[in-house]
Protein backbone atom coordinates (compact mmCIF):
# COMPACT_ATOMS: atom_id res chain seq x y z
CA UNK A 1 0.00 0.00 0.00
CA UNK A 2 1.83 3.38 -1.24
CA UNK A 3 1.23 5.86 1.06
CA UNK A 4 0.98 9.90 -0.23
CA UNK A 5 4.60 11.95 0.69
CA UNK A 6 4.49 14.35 2.77
CA UNK A 7 4.92 17.82 2.09
CA UNK A 8 8.29 18.93 1.80
CA UNK A 9 9.90 15.45 1.16
CA UNK A 10 10.91 14.17 -1.78
CA UNK A 11 9.08 16.60 -3.85
CA UNK A 12 12.12 18.25 -6.09
CA UNK A 13 11.15 21.82 -5.94
CA UNK A 14 9.51 23.51 -9.19
CA UNK A 15 11.57 25.09 -11.57
CA UNK A 16 8.78 27.79 -13.28
CA UNK A 17 8.80 29.59 -9.50
CA UNK A 18 12.41 30.21 -8.64
CA UNK A 19 13.40 29.86 -5.13
CA UNK A 20 13.13 33.87 -3.07
CA UNK A 21 16.81 34.70 -1.86
CA UNK A 22 16.45 35.01 2.17
CA UNK A 23 17.31 39.10 3.00
CA UNK A 24 19.53 40.02 5.07
CA UNK A 25 17.93 42.17 7.93
CA UNK A 26 19.69 45.49 7.82
CA UNK A 27 20.69 47.51 10.88
CA UNK A 28 19.82 50.81 11.62
CA UNK A 29 23.30 52.15 10.69
CA UNK A 30 23.84 50.51 7.55
CA UNK A 31 23.51 52.30 4.23
CA UNK A 32 20.80 51.17 1.67
CA UNK A 33 21.60 51.33 -1.77
CA UNK A 34 17.66 50.66 -3.03
CA UNK A 35 16.25 54.56 -3.57
CA UNK A 36 13.74 54.23 -1.49
CA UNK A 37 16.15 53.67 1.55
CA UNK A 38 18.04 56.62 -0.06
CA UNK A 39 15.13 58.86 0.83
CA UNK A 40 14.24 57.64 3.57
CA UNK A 41 15.72 59.19 7.11
CA UNK A 42 18.21 57.69 9.23
CA UNK A 43 17.49 55.43 11.97
CA UNK A 44 15.57 52.55 12.69
CA UNK A 45 13.10 50.82 10.09
CA UNK A 46 9.65 52.65 10.90
CA UNK A 47 7.15 50.35 11.28
CA UNK A 48 3.94 50.47 8.20
CA UNK A 49 0.94 52.62 8.71
CA UNK A 50 -2.08 50.23 10.25
CA UNK A 51 -4.42 51.56 7.18
CA UNK A 52 -2.32 50.12 4.63
CA UNK A 53 -2.15 53.21 2.20
CA UNK A 54 1.11 53.28 0.46
CA UNK A 55 3.50 56.91 1.25
CA UNK A 56 3.88 58.88 -2.39
CA UNK A 57 7.29 59.05 -3.68
CA UNK A 58 9.14 61.95 -2.29
CA UNK A 59 10.10 64.38 -4.87
CA UNK A 60 14.22 65.04 -5.38
CA UNK A 61 13.67 68.73 -4.58
CA UNK A 62 11.88 67.52 -0.85
CA UNK A 63 14.90 65.02 -0.93
CA UNK A 64 17.69 67.60 -1.51
CA UNK A 65 15.54 70.24 1.36
CA UNK A 66 15.97 67.26 3.72
CA UNK A 67 19.88 67.37 3.41
CA UNK A 68 20.08 70.51 4.00
CA UNK A 69 19.13 70.16 7.33
CA UNK A 70 22.65 68.63 7.91
CA UNK A 71 24.67 70.23 5.65
CA UNK A 72 24.24 73.56 4.31
CA UNK A 73 27.33 72.96 1.71
CA UNK A 74 27.72 72.42 -2.06
CA UNK A 75 27.98 68.89 -3.07
CA UNK A 76 31.25 67.86 -3.65
CA UNK A 77 32.27 66.25 -6.62
CA UNK A 78 33.33 62.56 -7.25
CA UNK A 79 36.47 62.94 -8.26
CA UNK A 80 37.42 64.84 -4.73
CA UNK A 81 39.46 62.44 -2.55
CA UNK A 82 38.58 60.08 0.08
CA UNK A 83 39.33 62.65 3.46
CA UNK A 84 37.20 65.01 1.36
CA UNK A 85 34.61 63.80 0.70
CA UNK A 86 31.53 63.59 3.78
CA UNK A 87 31.69 61.12 6.11
CA UNK A 88 28.44 59.55 7.42
CA UNK A 89 27.92 59.49 10.81
CA UNK A 90 24.95 57.60 13.09
CA UNK A 91 22.92 61.09 13.15
CA UNK A 92 23.13 61.30 9.62
CA UNK A 93 25.09 64.76 10.06
CA UNK A 94 28.20 65.77 8.21
CA UNK A 95 31.87 66.38 8.93
CA UNK A 96 31.96 70.65 8.28
CA UNK A 97 35.13 70.13 8.26
CA UNK A 98 36.70 67.29 6.52
CA UNK A 99 40.31 66.27 5.97
CA UNK A 100 43.24 66.47 8.71
CA UNK A 101 43.91 69.21 10.88
CA UNK A 102 46.16 71.49 9.41
CA UNK A 103 49.60 72.09 11.68
CA UNK A 104 50.90 75.13 11.99
CA UNK A 105 54.27 75.57 9.56
CA UNK A 106 56.58 76.78 12.62
CA UNK A 107 56.30 73.81 15.12
CA UNK A 108 56.34 71.53 12.23
CA UNK A 109 59.91 72.77 10.79
CA UNK A 110 60.79 72.60 14.97
CA UNK A 111 60.45 68.65 14.47
CA UNK A 112 62.13 68.34 10.53
CA UNK A 113 65.22 66.37 10.69
CA UNK A 114 65.79 65.94 7.00
CA UNK A 115 67.58 68.83 5.25
CA UNK A 116 66.22 69.07 1.87
CA UNK A 117 68.97 71.68 0.87
CA UNK A 118 71.50 69.19 -0.21
CA UNK A 119 70.59 67.04 -3.11
CA UNK A 120 72.36 63.55 -3.67
CA UNK A 121 74.40 63.47 -7.13
CA UNK A 122 73.53 61.28 -10.08
CA UNK A 123 71.28 59.48 -8.27
CA UNK A 124 69.61 56.36 -9.83
CA UNK A 125 65.86 56.30 -10.19
CA UNK A 126 65.72 53.48 -7.59
CA UNK A 127 67.71 55.38 -4.86
CA UNK A 128 65.68 58.70 -5.86
CA UNK A 129 62.44 56.56 -5.20
CA UNK A 130 63.11 55.45 -1.71
CA UNK A 131 64.84 59.17 -0.89
CA UNK A 132 61.17 60.73 -1.64
CA UNK A 133 59.55 57.84 0.32
CA UNK A 134 61.96 58.80 3.52
CA UNK A 135 61.62 62.71 2.98
CA UNK A 136 57.47 61.98 3.10
CA UNK A 137 57.78 59.78 5.93
CA UNK A 138 59.90 62.21 7.97
CA UNK A 139 57.24 65.19 6.91
CA UNK A 140 54.22 62.97 8.19
CA UNK A 141 55.91 62.01 11.50
CA UNK A 142 57.26 65.90 12.38
CA UNK A 143 53.49 66.93 11.01
CA UNK A 144 52.12 64.72 13.70
CA UNK A 145 54.53 65.63 16.48
CA UNK A 146 53.27 69.17 15.47
CA UNK A 147 49.78 68.26 16.42
CA UNK A 148 50.68 65.94 19.49
CA UNK A 149 52.31 69.32 20.98
CA UNK A 150 48.84 70.65 21.45
CA UNK A 151 48.52 67.94 24.11
CA UNK A 152 51.20 68.87 26.45
CA UNK A 153 49.56 70.89 28.98
CA UNK A 154 52.27 70.82 31.64
CA UNK A 155 54.72 73.66 31.24
CA UNK A 156 57.98 73.99 33.42
CA UNK A 157 58.38 76.69 36.37
CA UNK A 158 61.21 78.13 38.04
CA UNK A 159 61.83 80.03 41.54
CA UNK A 160 61.69 83.70 41.13
CA UNK A 161 62.34 85.79 43.85
CA UNK A 162 61.11 89.18 44.90
CA UNK A 163 62.35 92.28 44.11
CA UNK A 164 65.96 92.20 44.20
CA UNK A 165 66.01 88.90 46.36
CA UNK A 166 68.60 86.37 45.45
CA UNK A 167 67.26 82.70 45.05
CA UNK A 168 70.78 81.10 46.30
CA UNK A 169 69.90 82.13 49.26
CA UNK A 170 66.62 80.34 49.26
CA UNK A 171 66.43 77.84 51.84
CA UNK A 172 64.82 74.09 51.27
CA UNK A 173 63.06 74.62 54.37
CA UNK A 174 61.30 77.48 52.13
CA UNK A 175 60.68 75.65 49.24
CA UNK A 176 58.64 72.75 50.79
CA UNK A 177 56.12 75.07 52.96
CA UNK A 178 55.35 76.85 49.87
CA UNK A 179 54.38 74.32 47.60
CA UNK A 180 51.77 71.50 47.69
CA UNK A 181 51.58 68.46 50.10
CA UNK A 182 52.66 66.58 47.23
CA UNK A 183 55.63 68.11 46.16
CA UNK A 184 56.38 68.51 49.31
CA UNK A 185 56.70 64.95 50.28
CA UNK A 186 59.57 64.76 47.81
CA UNK A 187 61.99 65.95 49.99
CA UNK A 188 63.41 63.77 52.52
CA UNK A 189 66.39 62.86 53.90
CA UNK A 190 67.94 59.61 54.94
CA UNK A 191 70.32 59.10 57.68
CA UNK A 192 72.48 56.12 57.09
CA UNK A 193 75.54 57.08 58.28
CA UNK A 194 76.71 53.69 59.25
CA UNK A 195 76.81 52.38 56.15
CA UNK A 196 77.81 55.55 53.85
CA UNK A 197 79.30 57.30 51.56
CA UNK A 198 76.51 57.01 49.24
CA UNK A 199 76.54 56.23 45.41
CA UNK A 200 72.87 56.87 43.81
CA UNK A 201 71.06 56.22 40.59
CA UNK A 202 67.08 56.74 39.17
CA UNK A 203 65.57 54.63 36.98
CA UNK A 204 64.98 56.00 33.34
CA UNK A 205 61.06 56.41 33.90
CA UNK A 206 61.62 58.20 37.02
CA UNK A 207 60.13 56.27 39.71
CA UNK A 208 62.86 54.47 41.34
CA UNK A 209 66.36 54.79 43.16
CA UNK A 210 69.13 52.37 44.03
CA UNK A 211 71.44 53.17 46.49
CA UNK A 212 75.03 51.39 47.10
CA UNK A 213 77.01 52.26 50.85
CA UNK A 214 80.76 51.81 50.24
CA UNK A 215 79.98 49.04 53.11
CA UNK A 216 78.30 47.11 51.39
CA UNK A 217 74.62 48.53 51.71
CA UNK A 218 72.43 47.75 48.49
CA UNK A 219 69.13 48.97 48.37
CA UNK A 220 66.47 49.88 45.83
CA UNK A 221 63.03 51.44 46.33
CA UNK A 222 59.94 52.98 44.92
CA UNK A 223 61.01 56.51 46.27
CA UNK A 224 57.45 58.23 45.51
CA UNK A 225 55.67 55.84 47.69
CA UNK A 226 58.59 55.15 49.44
CA UNK A 227 57.93 51.35 49.24
CA UNK A 228 61.32 49.27 49.63
CA UNK A 229 61.89 46.71 46.78
CA UNK A 230 64.89 45.13 48.36
CA UNK A 231 67.34 45.64 50.71
CA UNK A 232 70.41 43.45 51.34
CA UNK A 233 74.47 43.67 52.67
CA UNK A 234 77.10 42.28 49.45
CA UNK A 235 79.50 42.16 52.55
CA UNK A 236 81.98 43.98 49.71
CA UNK A 237 82.81 47.37 49.11
CA UNK A 238 80.36 49.35 46.48
CA UNK A 239 81.84 51.50 44.17
CA UNK A 240 78.92 52.39 41.73
CA UNK A 241 75.28 51.29 41.18
CA UNK A 242 73.14 51.37 38.00
CA UNK A 243 69.90 50.13 37.08
CA UNK A 244 70.36 48.43 33.68
CA UNK A 245 67.23 48.53 30.62
CA UNK A 246 64.56 48.60 33.55
CA UNK A 247 64.08 48.65 36.99
CA UNK A 248 64.34 44.68 37.44
CA UNK A 249 67.90 44.45 36.94
CA UNK A 250 70.32 45.77 38.71
CA UNK A 251 74.52 46.26 38.40
CA UNK A 252 76.31 46.51 41.19
CA UNK A 253 80.36 47.67 41.19
CA UNK A 254 81.61 45.25 44.20
CA UNK A 255 85.42 45.53 45.13
CA UNK A 256 86.27 42.66 43.10
CA UNK A 257 84.02 42.04 40.22
CA UNK A 258 80.52 42.93 38.86
CA UNK A 259 77.28 41.41 39.65
CA UNK A 260 73.91 41.69 38.03
CA UNK A 261 70.70 41.36 40.70
CA UNK A 262 67.04 41.52 40.44
CA UNK A 263 64.46 43.92 42.05
CA UNK A 264 64.27 41.15 44.82
CA UNK A 265 67.51 41.32 46.06
CA UNK A 266 68.39 37.81 44.45
CA UNK A 267 71.76 37.34 42.51
CA UNK A 268 71.71 36.75 38.54
CA UNK A 269 75.36 36.99 37.65
CA UNK A 270 78.71 37.13 38.70
CA UNK A 271 80.96 38.66 35.59
CA UNK A 272 84.00 37.91 36.31
CA UNK A 273 85.58 39.47 33.03
CA UNK A 274 84.97 42.80 34.48
CA UNK A 275 87.03 42.96 37.46
CA UNK A 276 87.87 46.02 39.85
CA UNK A 277 85.40 48.10 38.48
CA UNK A 278 85.07 51.91 39.49
CA UNK A 279 82.39 53.35 37.28
CA UNK A 280 78.83 52.23 35.26
CA UNK A 281 77.34 53.69 32.86
CA UNK A 282 74.45 52.03 30.59
CA UNK A 283 73.50 52.88 27.10
CA UNK A 284 69.17 52.20 26.63
CA UNK A 285 68.68 51.99 22.99
CA UNK A 286 72.44 49.75 22.79
CA UNK A 287 71.70 47.47 26.12
CA UNK A 288 75.18 47.87 26.37
CA UNK A 289 76.82 48.27 30.00
CA UNK A 290 79.94 50.48 30.02
CA UNK A 291 82.77 50.18 32.78
CA UNK A 292 85.92 51.19 33.51
CA UNK A 293 88.42 49.51 35.97
CA UNK A 294 91.90 50.68 37.68
CA UNK A 295 93.66 48.45 35.28
CA UNK A 296 92.55 50.94 32.85
CA UNK A 297 89.94 49.18 30.67
CA UNK A 298 86.94 50.23 28.99
CA UNK A 299 84.53 47.23 28.36
CA UNK A 300 81.20 46.90 26.67
CA UNK A 301 79.34 44.69 28.29
CA UNK A 302 75.77 43.72 25.79
CA UNK A 303 73.36 42.49 28.38
CA UNK A 304 70.57 41.43 26.11
CA UNK A 305 72.91 38.40 24.71
CA UNK A 306 75.41 38.36 27.89
CA UNK A 307 78.77 39.19 25.89
CA UNK A 308 81.38 41.50 26.11
CA UNK A 309 81.52 43.39 23.16
CA UNK A 310 85.05 44.93 23.50
CA UNK A 311 87.29 45.67 25.80
CA UNK A 312 89.78 48.79 24.67
CA UNK A 313 92.56 49.69 26.65
CA UNK A 314 92.71 53.11 27.21
CA UNK A 315 96.36 53.47 28.43
CA UNK A 316 95.56 56.21 30.73
CA UNK A 317 96.08 54.32 33.83
CA UNK A 318 93.76 54.52 36.45
CA UNK A 319 89.93 55.57 35.47
CA UNK A 320 87.35 56.81 38.02
CA UNK A 321 85.83 59.31 35.84
CA UNK A 322 82.81 58.57 33.23
CA UNK A 323 80.06 60.05 31.45
CA UNK A 324 78.09 59.25 28.43
CA UNK A 325 76.49 61.55 26.21
CA UNK A 326 73.09 60.88 25.63
CA UNK A 327 72.42 61.78 22.02
CA UNK A 328 75.15 59.92 20.53
CA UNK A 329 76.20 57.47 23.37
CA UNK A 330 79.95 58.33 23.38
CA UNK A 331 81.39 57.26 26.58
CA UNK A 332 83.58 60.47 28.04
CA UNK A 333 86.22 59.67 30.15
CA UNK A 334 88.40 62.15 32.51
CA UNK A 335 92.45 61.90 32.84
CA UNK A 336 94.60 62.33 34.95
CA UNK A 337 96.72 64.59 32.87
CA UNK A 338 93.53 67.01 32.04
CA UNK A 339 92.54 65.33 29.08
CA UNK A 340 89.15 63.68 28.27
CA UNK A 341 88.85 61.26 25.35
CA UNK A 342 85.71 60.38 23.56
CA UNK A 343 85.28 56.45 23.13
CA UNK A 344 83.04 54.19 20.97
CA UNK A 345 83.31 50.67 20.75
CA UNK A 346 83.61 50.35 16.99
CA UNK A 347 87.05 52.35 17.21
CA UNK A 348 90.39 51.36 19.16
CA UNK A 349 91.63 54.76 19.34
CA UNK A 350 89.67 57.23 20.81
CA UNK A 351 87.26 59.38 18.39
CA UNK A 352 88.77 62.90 20.45
CA UNK A 353 90.74 64.07 22.64
CA UNK A 354 89.75 67.80 24.43
CA UNK A 355 92.64 69.59 26.99
CA UNK A 356 90.43 70.92 29.63
CA UNK A 357 92.86 71.36 32.95
CA UNK A 358 95.97 72.19 33.84
CA UNK A 359 95.68 69.22 36.50
CA UNK A 360 93.72 65.86 36.62
CA UNK A 361 90.08 65.88 35.63
CA UNK A 362 87.74 65.32 38.50
CA UNK A 363 84.35 65.63 36.87
CA UNK A 364 82.71 65.44 33.57
CA UNK A 365 79.38 65.69 32.56
CA UNK A 366 77.41 66.21 29.37
CA UNK A 367 73.86 67.68 28.77
CA UNK A 368 70.96 65.55 27.24
CA UNK A 369 70.99 67.58 23.76
CA UNK A 370 74.80 66.39 23.69
CA UNK A 371 75.72 69.93 22.83
CA UNK A 372 77.61 70.90 26.38
CA UNK A 373 80.08 69.48 28.38
CA UNK A 374 81.16 70.51 31.95
CA UNK A 375 84.11 69.71 33.39
CA UNK A 376 85.56 70.23 37.04
CA UNK A 377 89.64 69.90 37.05
CA UNK A 378 91.96 69.77 40.20
CA UNK A 379 92.63 73.24 39.30
CA UNK A 380 89.30 74.52 40.85
CA UNK A 381 88.04 74.88 37.48
CA UNK A 382 84.49 74.70 36.08
CA UNK A 383 84.84 74.90 32.55
CA UNK A 384 82.01 74.59 29.81
CA UNK A 385 82.48 73.02 26.48
CA UNK A 386 80.61 73.03 22.70
CA UNK A 387 80.92 69.56 21.85
CA UNK A 388 79.40 70.78 18.05
CA UNK A 389 82.64 69.78 16.56
CA UNK A 390 84.64 72.63 17.63
CA UNK A 391 85.61 71.05 21.46
CA UNK A 392 86.39 74.69 22.47
CA UNK A 393 85.52 76.18 25.95
CA UNK A 394 82.20 78.32 26.17
CA UNK A 395 82.68 79.86 29.83
CA UNK A 396 85.00 79.06 32.80
CA UNK A 397 84.67 79.97 36.75
CA UNK A 398 86.98 79.14 39.29
CA UNK A 399 85.65 77.67 42.79
CA UNK A 400 86.83 78.04 45.82
CA UNK A 401 86.76 74.26 46.32
CA UNK A 402 86.96 71.92 43.33
CA UNK A 403 84.02 70.17 42.06
CA UNK A 404 84.38 66.43 43.02
CA UNK A 405 80.77 65.36 41.00
CA UNK A 406 78.51 67.40 38.08
CA UNK A 407 75.15 66.75 36.39
CA UNK A 408 73.32 68.06 34.27
CA UNK A 409 69.25 68.20 34.29
CA UNK A 410 66.36 67.41 31.49
CA UNK A 411 66.37 70.86 31.40
CA UNK A 412 69.70 72.24 31.42
CA UNK A 413 69.93 72.91 34.72
CA UNK A 414 73.90 72.20 36.31
CA UNK A 415 74.61 71.05 39.77
CA UNK A 416 78.48 71.00 41.35
CA UNK A 417 79.17 68.91 44.65
CA UNK A 418 82.02 70.87 46.50
CA UNK A 419 82.55 69.32 49.73
CA UNK A 420 79.71 69.49 51.80
CA UNK A 421 78.14 71.97 49.19
CA UNK A 422 75.88 71.79 46.02
CA UNK A 423 75.76 75.10 43.98
CA UNK A 424 73.17 74.95 41.06
CA UNK A 425 73.80 77.16 37.90
CA UNK A 426 70.56 77.91 35.40
CA UNK A 427 70.49 78.97 32.20
CA UNK A 428 68.15 80.65 29.83
CA UNK A 429 66.34 76.91 28.12
CA UNK A 430 66.95 74.31 27.47
CA UNK A 431 69.23 74.42 24.62
CA UNK A 432 71.33 77.11 26.25
CA UNK A 433 74.58 76.11 28.20
CA UNK A 434 74.42 77.73 32.26
CA UNK A 435 75.65 80.62 32.98
CA UNK A 436 78.21 80.54 35.98
CA UNK A 437 77.93 84.32 37.28
CA UNK A 438 75.40 83.79 39.59
CA UNK A 439 73.95 80.10 41.20
CA UNK A 440 70.52 79.55 41.50
CA UNK A 441 70.32 77.24 44.48
CA UNK A 442 73.07 76.54 47.16
CA UNK A 443 72.33 74.20 49.72
CA UNK A 444 74.57 72.59 52.72
CA UNK A 445 74.55 68.94 53.37
CA UNK A 446 75.33 67.02 56.59
CA UNK A 447 78.31 65.41 54.65
CA UNK A 448 80.41 65.45 52.00
CA UNK A 449 79.23 64.73 48.51
CA UNK A 450 79.43 61.21 47.16
CA UNK A 451 77.25 60.64 43.95
CA UNK A 452 75.07 63.83 42.22
CA UNK A 453 72.09 62.61 39.71
CA UNK A 454 68.90 64.78 39.04
CA UNK A 455 65.55 62.24 38.85
CA UNK A 456 63.77 62.50 35.67
CA UNK A 457 60.42 63.82 35.31
CA UNK A 458 60.54 65.91 38.16
CA UNK A 459 62.09 68.38 39.55
CA UNK A 460 63.65 66.15 42.33
CA UNK A 461 67.86 66.20 42.89
CA UNK A 462 69.40 63.04 44.60
CA UNK A 463 72.59 63.76 46.34
CA UNK A 464 74.84 60.60 48.30
CA UNK A 465 76.89 61.59 50.69
CA UNK A 466 78.80 60.48 53.74
CA UNK A 467 75.33 61.11 55.69
CA UNK A 468 73.09 59.12 53.77
CA UNK A 469 71.05 60.56 51.04
CA UNK A 470 68.98 63.80 50.63
CA UNK A 471 66.48 64.60 48.03
CA UNK A 472 66.09 68.00 46.85
CA UNK A 473 63.69 70.39 45.45
CA UNK A 474 64.80 72.06 42.49
CA UNK A 475 61.79 73.88 40.57
CA UNK A 476 62.33 73.94 36.55
CA UNK A 477 65.03 71.44 36.50
CA UNK A 478 62.50 68.50 34.58
CA UNK A 479 60.81 68.13 31.58
CA UNK A 480 56.97 68.38 32.83
CA UNK A 481 56.15 66.48 29.70
CA UNK A 482 56.66 62.48 29.12
CA UNK A 483 56.64 59.78 26.85
CA UNK A 484 54.26 57.26 27.93
CA UNK A 485 55.34 54.93 25.12
CA UNK A 486 58.76 54.87 25.72
CA UNK A 487 59.29 55.89 29.97
CA UNK A 488 56.02 55.96 31.23
CA UNK A 489 56.23 56.45 35.27
CA UNK A 490 53.14 54.65 36.05
CA UNK A 491 53.59 52.00 33.74
CA UNK A 492 52.05 48.17 34.94
CA UNK A 493 54.15 44.96 34.72
CA UNK A 494 52.97 44.01 31.23
CA UNK A 495 53.69 46.95 30.34
CA UNK A 496 56.99 46.92 31.09
CA UNK A 497 57.68 43.21 29.51
CA UNK A 498 55.78 44.63 26.08
CA UNK A 499 58.34 47.42 26.24
CA UNK A 500 61.30 45.40 27.07
CA UNK A 501 60.23 43.49 23.46
CA UNK A 502 59.92 46.14 21.44
CA UNK A 503 62.81 47.66 23.05
CA UNK A 504 64.75 44.53 22.24
CA UNK A 505 63.28 44.30 18.54
CA UNK A 506 64.60 47.79 18.22
CA UNK A 507 68.06 47.60 19.55
CA UNK A 508 70.41 49.91 18.25
CA UNK A 509 73.76 47.90 16.73
CA UNK A 510 76.98 49.09 18.76
CA UNK A 511 79.24 49.52 15.68
CA UNK A 512 76.44 52.25 14.31
CA UNK A 513 77.90 54.64 17.69
CA UNK A 514 79.68 57.76 16.39
CA UNK A 515 80.12 61.09 16.85
CA UNK A 516 77.57 62.59 14.39
CA UNK A 517 74.79 60.35 14.34
CA UNK A 518 73.09 61.93 11.63
CA UNK A 519 76.06 61.04 9.12
CA UNK A 520 74.26 57.49 8.87
CA UNK A 521 71.85 58.19 6.98
CA UNK A 522 73.97 60.53 4.65
CA UNK A 523 75.67 60.29 1.18
CA UNK A 524 79.68 59.60 1.43
CA UNK A 525 79.97 61.50 -2.18
CA UNK A 526 83.98 61.17 -1.78
CA UNK A 527 84.21 57.34 -1.34
CA UNK A 528 81.48 56.95 -4.09
CA UNK A 529 83.00 59.60 -6.69
CA UNK A 530 86.72 57.42 -5.88
CA UNK A 531 84.89 54.37 -6.38
CA UNK A 532 83.61 55.01 -9.55
CA UNK A 533 86.54 56.10 -10.91
CA UNK A 534 88.03 53.26 -9.78
CA UNK A 535 85.23 51.26 -11.40
CA UNK A 536 86.17 53.00 -14.70
CA UNK A 537 89.73 52.38 -14.66
CA UNK A 538 89.20 48.69 -13.99
CA UNK A 539 86.64 48.31 -16.72
CA UNK A 540 88.24 50.46 -19.27
CA UNK A 541 84.98 52.89 -19.80
CA UNK A 542 82.44 54.37 -17.93
CA UNK A 543 79.26 51.57 -17.87
CA UNK A 544 77.19 54.59 -16.47
CA UNK A 545 77.96 56.94 -19.24
CA UNK A 546 75.40 57.53 -21.67
CA UNK A 547 75.32 55.71 -24.73
CA UNK A 548 75.64 57.08 -27.94
CA UNK A 549 72.69 57.68 -30.21
CA UNK A 550 71.90 54.55 -32.43
CA UNK A 551 68.87 54.97 -34.80
CA UNK A 552 66.68 52.39 -35.42
CA UNK A 553 66.51 50.42 -38.64
CA UNK A 554 63.12 51.76 -40.67
CA UNK A 555 61.53 49.64 -43.34
CA UNK A 556 61.23 50.81 -46.85
CA UNK A 557 64.50 51.88 -48.15
CA UNK A 558 64.85 54.64 -45.17
CA UNK A 559 67.49 52.93 -43.62
CA UNK A 560 70.16 54.08 -46.07
CA UNK A 561 73.85 54.85 -44.58
CA UNK A 562 73.06 58.82 -46.27
CA UNK A 563 70.01 59.04 -43.53
CA UNK A 564 71.48 57.03 -40.74
CA UNK A 565 74.18 59.78 -40.91
CA UNK A 566 71.93 62.50 -41.49
CA UNK A 567 70.19 61.74 -38.07
CA UNK A 568 72.70 61.29 -36.14
CA UNK A 569 74.06 64.51 -37.10
CA UNK A 570 70.72 66.14 -36.30
CA UNK A 571 70.93 64.66 -32.95
CA UNK A 572 74.65 65.46 -32.42
CA UNK A 573 73.43 68.95 -33.20
CA UNK A 574 70.61 69.25 -30.98
CA UNK A 575 73.19 68.39 -27.91
CA UNK A 576 75.48 71.29 -28.85
CA UNK A 577 72.63 73.57 -29.37
CA UNK A 578 71.64 72.95 -25.49
CA UNK A 579 74.90 73.28 -24.58
CA UNK A 580 75.97 76.45 -26.13
CA UNK A 581 72.25 77.47 -24.71
CA UNK A 582 73.19 76.66 -21.34
CA UNK A 583 76.75 78.20 -21.50
CA UNK A 584 74.73 81.58 -22.94
CA UNK A 585 72.47 81.10 -19.73
CA UNK A 586 75.32 81.51 -17.43
CA UNK A 587 76.77 84.44 -18.61
CA UNK A 588 73.73 86.25 -18.46
CA UNK A 589 73.85 85.42 -14.83
CA UNK A 590 76.85 86.27 -14.07
CA UNK A 591 76.43 89.73 -15.93
CA UNK A 592 73.71 90.25 -13.48
CA UNK A 593 75.56 89.82 -10.79
CA UNK A 594 78.56 91.88 -11.60
CA UNK A 595 75.81 94.34 -11.95
CA UNK A 596 74.07 94.23 -8.52
CA UNK A 597 77.44 94.98 -7.51
CA UNK A 598 78.23 98.56 -5.41
CA UNK A 599 79.55 101.19 -7.98
CA UNK A 600 82.05 101.98 -5.60
CA UNK A 601 83.23 98.75 -4.41
CA UNK A 602 87.22 98.15 -4.96
CA UNK A 603 87.87 95.05 -6.88
CA UNK A 604 89.59 92.67 -4.30
CA UNK A 605 93.01 90.78 -5.16
CA UNK A 606 91.29 87.37 -5.53
CA UNK A 607 88.94 88.29 -8.44
CA UNK A 608 91.19 87.37 -10.42
CA UNK A 609 91.70 83.76 -9.51
CA UNK A 610 87.84 83.65 -9.76
CA UNK A 611 87.93 85.73 -13.27
CA UNK A 612 90.88 83.06 -14.77
CA UNK A 613 88.69 80.14 -12.88
CA UNK A 614 85.56 80.91 -15.34
CA UNK A 615 87.61 81.67 -18.15
CA UNK A 616 88.90 78.07 -17.98
CA UNK A 617 85.35 76.77 -18.05
CA UNK A 618 85.19 76.22 -13.86
CA UNK A 619 81.91 77.23 -11.99
CA UNK A 620 82.51 79.27 -8.60
CA UNK A 621 79.85 80.52 -6.47
CA UNK A 622 80.10 84.30 -5.43
Given at each position: METAPKPGRGVPPKRDKPQAKRKKPRRYWEEETTPAAVAASPGPPRKKARTGESRPPRSKSAHIAQKSRFSKKPPISKTAPDWKKPQRTLSGAQDPFPGPVPAPLEEARKFCRIDKSKTLPHSKPKTQSKLEKAEAQEEEASVRA???????????????????????????????????????????????????????????????????????????????????????????????????????????????????????????????????????????????????????????????????????????????????????????????????????????????KILCHRGGVRAVAVDSTGTYMATSGLDHQLKIFDLRGTFQPLSSRTLPQGAGHLAFSQRGLLVAGMGDVVNIWAGQGKASPPSLEQPYLTHRLSGHVHGLQFCPFEDVLGVGHSGGFTSMLVPGAAEPNFDGLENNPYRSRKQRQEWEVKALLE??????????????????????????????????????????????????????????????????????????????????????????????????????????????????DP
Open positions: ARAELLLAEEPGFLVGEDGEDTAKILQTDIVEAVDIASAAKHFDLNLRQFGPYRLNYSRTGRHLALGGRRGHVAALDWVTKKLMCEINVMEAVRDIHFLHSEALLAVAQNRWLYIYDNQGIELHCIRRCDRVTRLEFLPFHFLLATTSETGFLTYLDVSVGKIVTALNVRAGRLSVMAQNPYNAVIHLGHSNGTVSLWSPAVKEPLAKVPAELICLNPRALAEVDVVTLEQKKKERIERLGYDPDAKAAFQPKAKQKGRSSTASLVKRKKKVMDQEHRDKVRQSLEQQQQKKKQDMAKPPGARPSALDRFVRRAREGGLQV
